[in-house]
């Protein structure tokens, strides 16, 4: 298995519902990330968990929420976002170090309406 | 400061033409540059990954080249189709950073029949 899967691959909601973005990885791999993407513009970093704990937190607003219950899945919680937060949020993994095997999943179309 | 830059911002051709996308680097250290085709509202599938020692690196229709001197990497795509239509990512992988990308922000490219 070399994929990272996302779930939902759509998703809707409004500014006060609490919602949770998925992504499961079966590579062995002990980092992983999410980011943000805009459209036309180059995907961010938000947040990088190493080896199961919270690496890196790029500023990111506390209504997104990280969590990594273990080596395999990564979550994020969704809770009081803003319109502008309407992106597609963007799972990743890779080996610890991340130079190679970088593996990216096919995303999250997020709405907020 | 590390910055990676694409050119040109977008690009029509027509079917079967053949192109060269470009990227200009500052990251240093520098570790590895990969090239990601990128279709709409979809994660970055990943075409080449380049170390400072190789010049040249093809997949299918699509080569990389890279010129560790001079900071410079090339994609180039044979034969277009259709489907090639997508954004084309250029990023740099910072040697000892733990994963960190520096994308560049991609060439638009459009294959028209």
């Known amino acids: 298995d070399t994929e990272v899967t996302q779930t939902p691959k759509h998703l809707v909601m409004g500014m006060t519902n609490k919602k949770s973005l998925k992504c499961e990885q079966h590579?062995?791999?002990?980092?992983m990330y999410w980011y943000k993407q805009k459209a036309k513009k180059p995907p961010e970093l938000m947040f990088v968990?190493?080896?199961?704990?919270?690496?890196i937190n790029e500023s990111v607003p506390s209504r997104f929420s990280p969590e990594c219950p273990n080596s395999s899945l990564l979550n994020l919680h969704l809770h009081a976002l803003q319109p502008e937060d309407s992106a597609l949020y963007l799972c990743?993994?890779?080996?610890?170090?991340?130079?190679?095997?970088?593996?990216f999943g096919s995303g999250t179309r997020l709405t907020v309406v | 400061k590390n910055q990676v830059e694409q050119s040109p911002q977008s690009l029509i051709i027509l079917e079967g033409k053949n192109c060269t996308l470009q990227?200009?680097?500052?990251?240093?250290?520098?570790?590895?540059l990969r090239w990601y085709k990128q279709d709409t509202g979809r994660g970055p599938v990943s075409l080449t990954i380049?170390?400072?020692?190789?010049n040249t690196k093809s997949n299918g229709r699509y080569t990389a080249t890279l010129d560790a001197d001079t900071k410079q990497s090339s994609l180039h795509i044979t034969a277009s189709q259709l489907s090639d239509s997508a954004s084309y990512i250029c990023?740099?992988?910072?040697?000892?950073?733990?994963?960190?990308?520096?994308f560049g922000q991609g060439t638009e490219l459009s294959v028209k029949p």
């Open positions: 990743a993994s890779s080996p610890q170090g991340g130079d190679y095997g970088y593996t």
């Open positions: 590579m062995g791999h002990r980092a």
């Open positions: 968990y190493s080896y199961e704990k919270l690496s």
């Open positions: 990227c200009n680097y500052t990251v240093s250290p520098f570790s590895n």
């Open positions: 380049m170390t400072f020692s190789e």
């Open positions: 990023v740099v992988i910072r040697g000892n950073q733990g994963g960190k990308l520096i």
